[in-house]
């Protein structure tokens, strides 16, 4: 069996795929599959896969009728997977070549049953800057649940998991059901299943980059509106589940906050009450003050400060 199983959902990804199997390929850790699932995919991805895979019996691409969900495709490639690890990656993002390596050694020394670390950013438009995705002072609190549900959520493509903690997390659906595949939450499946995560485990940070992480426009997960009412969904079922109210109402703080910055950037004359409501809900401090403060500025100053402290938090 191999230590690490990776799971690649593909769709329309023809133009990127066979970089995204090359750096899996340069992994100086080497005992591994790879699993790329295809939603049904109608551009050459499958083609491009098969070619880039050529010769290694570890890669496997399974063709699947469309499901237009990478989280649901996630699900179908996670039946396939034997490993004692799961690994996650993204068919347009790539791994630096000692991701695997790194991330091992840090669970083996720390005998912690997940992990994740930074990534760089690129592309992503206006309100997106390039840079590091966590400073280098942020690290996970402990206990991180909290943190992870009231804060940004962790990239993906650096995830790994054992296999028993995954399947706790599945709550008896099994590692083929681990991400939710409710509607409700589409654009925050990730998020949701990070959450089960923590609520069990304290995880392994690294805060070097170990992926590059391409922000493609327009995705579903980049509508504000509508990522906006799956992050609500998802916070109003841990509340059912007993989550303390002051927590889930900090989170929806940030979330709203988030809305507000798509609706600053992409349109939408709601913004400033959306910060405003969103201040008012948060604790006091400086992120607190930087919104107020925004919410007074004509859009278009608005627009630039938020850039400007979301470029210094990465370049920092």
Known sequence: MPAVSI???????????AETIRSVR????????????????????????????????????????????????????LAHAQGAWIAFLDADDVWLPDKLKLQLAALTKSGKRW????????????????????????????????QLLTGDGIPLITLIISRELLADAAEGRGIASAFDENPIHRAARDWELTLRLAARAEPSYLS??????????????????????????????WRARGIGAPVCD????????????????????????DMRSSAASSAWGARTLFFVALSFLPASLARRAYRAALSARRRA
């Open 7 to 17: 799971i690649v959902p593909a769709y329309r990804a023809a133009q990127s795929i």
């Open 26 to 77: 340069a992994q100086s850790f080497q005992d591994w599959e790879l699993i790329i699932s295809d939603d049904g995919s109608p551009d050459a991805t499958v083609d491009v896969a098969t070619s880039a895979a050529e010769g290694d019996p570890r890669i496997r691409i399974v063709q699947n009728a469309p499901s237009k969900s990478p989280s649901i495709n996630r699900n179908r490639a």
């Open 115 to 146: 992990g994740f670390g930074n990534v760089t950013i690129e592309g992503g438009g206006e309100d997106h800057p390039p840079g590091a995705y966590y400073p280098p002072g942020w690290r996970p609190e402990v206990p991180f649940f909290p």
């Open 208 to 237: 070097r980059p170990l992926a590059t992480y391409r922000i493609v426009e327009g995705s579903f997960s980049r509508d504000g509106e509508k990522h906006f009412a799956c992050t609500s969904s998802v916070i109003a079922a």
């Open 250 to 273: 900090q989170a929806g703080a940030l979330h709203l906050s988030k809305r507000a910055a798509h609706r600053l950037f992409h349109g939408g004359g709601a913004w400033r009450g």
